[in-house]
């Protein structure tokens, strides 16, 4: 393993300082006529008509003392080592040391210009195997004629004795394709390079708002939602969110990418990158109400966690997504009933999965810390505090409705939240500062509410109260999801893998070294939907297996209207419920 990973290391390091000719650079030469304002410059790096990778320009001016640390793409999203995709890397106005290939040391003159020049080789995703997706997942991508990417995963940080500033602007754009991307038009630092979004292609779809604020960029089409309504809905959500958090309206860009998998199985991912850019990548044939869900939570990160306080040390953060998560979850859901997207049966049906999804879960009384380790590994603990966060939300919102009589909910307190963060520039964590918040409005104290459930995984509920005859919420015995196999190491491999003897699967036909040719039926999740897949068997011939994916019971909760709900309920009852459910007052 060592001797395999200092092969790597020089392998690298040889690439790293071979000077290539084998393509051209960005040709807008970098001015230095503000040489304290650094200077990016991107494109894509085009070879016979398709793109191949990106090319990357960065100048800026080097520390006093003559030496400059430039960090590499390395850890981000789940991935690491992203310096692997770098080639052709070299430098003006100095000398470098590329030992550490995550760490390159730059000689030059004291206070010296620095130019650095490297291209990002990328792996060309036309029609990706759903594991390809999940292995690429948030790296840059490219297709034959597009690419999308997000700044942490392609910028280099210069590690400066001051706080660096940069401007950004497009080299080696062909002729009829668009760009996009929210570092335009704005002198940024570090920080907002690494959390933005670029993307550009020849079928680009560009869409701007009416006060020319809100751009959404699209690469590609979908089968089941049109560009106009996908644009329209998040339109939609958008509103309902800016109205809760009120203030001026400022720039924003969503990115989104149409992806086809071989197997035609779906697949939504989203990041969103601060307040002022989210990126989304989708299967084609993803649906208008999916789109719904990604885009209400994603657009929620505008403001969460950073308006809030933020969550702290990065090295720690993960154990904290049950704040930033779990409560974008649950403001997603509020927001999509308020803005009209979703129906009150829309609501119920969500939340009676977010029970029973965690209820089954077998991470379900996991710590955080524990769950923190195993959050890129472990599709369940990757599922926890989204699941937990978001039923943590829903608890402390109705305790605060109930001992305020409804003059107060959770709405006022992410207010006071972002109040006190602004005074305190980020001073206290907001999953710490929420306690204080909480105790001085609304008079509670959810300290040891918030450690217990949150920190060290004890068990939560949907609550059983404060609903006012609009909901009747009742404990259930459902079956446990189980497709009866080891999803991960399957997935992983395309091969059958863990086949439980006594499960459904097993009792389906499917065993150990079967190879998982396609799934043609179901939905992972849902126990009333017949998983359909076609196999191969180890002799070669190949079969369709069925089977429910039905595993132990388990008991959970079930939401149904309520008796001021019903169709026969008098208006005035059914308005006070729409308020109630959405949080309003």
Known sequence: ?????????????????????????????????????????LGPDIVNGTVRGLLVQMQFQGNPKGTTTLLLP???????????????????????????????????????????????????????SLQEVANENFRPLVGPTWFSAVGATIFA??????????????????????????????????????????????DLTLLESDDQLTKMAIIGEFQDASIVDIWSRYLRVAQAQKDLWGGQSSPFLVTLVALQTDDGT?????????????????AKNTSLQEFEWLFAHENFHRWLPVAVGGLGDPATEVESYWFSEGFADFYAARTLLRSGVWTPRDWIEHWNKVISDYDASSARLMPSEVAATKFWTDPEAAKLPYR?????????????????????????????????????????????????????????NLGATITEIATQGEAIEFPYNGWDGC?????????????????????????????KTIGPAYAAGLRDGMKMIRRTGGVLGDVNQELIWEVETD???????????????????????????LPTSPRLEVDKCLLNLAGQK
């Open 471 to 499: 909901l009747l919420v009742k404990p259930t015995v459902k079956p446990r999801f189980d497709v009866g196999y080891d999803l991960e190491l399957t997935a992983k491999t395309g091969i059958a893998n863990g086949v």
């Open 74 to 128: 390395n850890e981000w999203g789940g991935q690491s080592e992203l310096w692997r995709g770098i080639s052709d890397f070299r430098v003006k106005g100095g000398t470098f040391d590329a030992s550490n290939p995550a760490e390159i040391v730059i000689d030059h003159p004291p206070s010296g210009n620095v130019t650095v020049f490297y291209m990002i080789k990328v792996n060309q995703l036309t029609q990706p």
């Open 388 to 444: 937990r966060g978001a039923l943590l939300a829903m608890e402390i919102n109705q305790q605060i409705r109930i001992v305020s009589n409804g003059r107060t909910t959770l709405d006022d307190i992410m207010l006071a939240l972002r109040d006190a963060a602004e005074k305190k520039n980020g001073e206290v964590p907001a999953q710490q500062n929420i306690i204080e918040i909480v105790k001085e409005q609304a008079k509670l």
């Open 1 to 41: 393993m060592e001797k395999r990973k200092w092969i790597t290391l020089l392998l690298l390091v040889s690439a790293l300082l071979m000077e290539s000719c084998a393509h051209p650079h960005p040709s807008n030469a970098i001015s230095f006529s503000n040489k304290h304002v650094g200077q990016i410059v």
């Open 539 to 565: 002799l070669g011939s190949k079969k369709t297996l069925r089977w429910l994916p039905r595993g132990e019971s388990v008991t959970t909760q079930e939401i149904t209207l309520g008796p001021s709900m």
């Open 157 to 202: 940080q210069p590690v400066l004795d001051k706080e660096p500033y940069f401007q950004f602007s497009w080299s080696n754009i062909p002729d009829g394709w668009k760009t996009a991307s929210d570092l335009e038009d704005q002198k940024f630092g570090v920080n907002e390079m690494m959390s933005s979004v670029v993307i550009g292609g020849v």
């Open 266 to 282: 779906k697949f939504q991912l989203g990041t969103g990158l601060g307040p002022d850019a989210f990126a989304t990548w989708a």
